[in-house]
């Protein structure tokens, strides 16, 4: 059975690996509650098929607690995804910035979005197969936040053709597209039972990343 390696991170509500982040209110397992309820309810019945009635419920709380952290319903759904987004984006930021080759960064933050994805499958499967259901405005708003990560890793990419450490015969443009139109298909077939850890997949896809950049 896989497990989970060290460096991978669970997102819980806004927690990672169960710890409150610094400055947490006392209030917080109640948005906490409300987001595993409805993680659970859109992974076993379907986002349209849940009502807002049914995930109070589950969270054992009235519908004015669960509008005083969410809007709507089209509001938890982002936020099952946006939350491992921002986790995603803090971390790329890390590896971007730090000191070291730009290809070592580069595999770096590759890994790591494969582990990161693959800790929180359910949540990225969840959203894929339900956001074209979210309204126009808060669909804009998930591209938006997706697009400035990737933005920030093809910089990683266009740094190294600029050095010459990478061929520059493909836009870094393409390159990003094509990388993480793998990594979105992560949950079409990966398995927390199957043979590889989301860090051995990680690596691989990192291995071949950086090996199709050579120049």
Known sequence: MARRAAGEHRVTGDR?????????????PVRQRLLAEATRLFAGRGFE????????????????????????????????????????????NRFADAEGPVAERLHAAATDVVVTTVDNLDDS??????????????????RAERRRYHERFRDL????????????DIPAEMVVDFFFGSVHH????????????????????????????RP
């Open 49 to 92: 098929s849940t009502s807002v009635q049914e995930i109070v419920a589950a969270a054992g709380v009235t519908k004015g607690a669960m509008y005083h952290y969410f809007d709507s319903k089209d509001d938890l759904l982002h936020e099952i995804y946006a939350r491992v987004l921002r986790l995603q984006m803090e971390r790329l």
């Open 186 to 213: 992560l949950g079409t077939w990966y398995h927390p039972d199957g043979p590889l850890t989301g860090q051995e997949v990680g690596r691989h896809f990192a291995d071949l990343l950086l090996n199709s950049l």
């Open 16 to 28: 990672v690996n169960g710890e409150r982040p610094a400055g947490g209110s006392p209030e917080e």
């Open 157 to 168: 990419v266009a740094e190294g053709q600029r050095d010459g450490v990478f061929r520059d």
């Open 125 to 142: 499967k969840i959203f894929f197969r339900s956001m074209h259901q979210l309204t126009p405005e808060t669909y804009k708003s998930v």
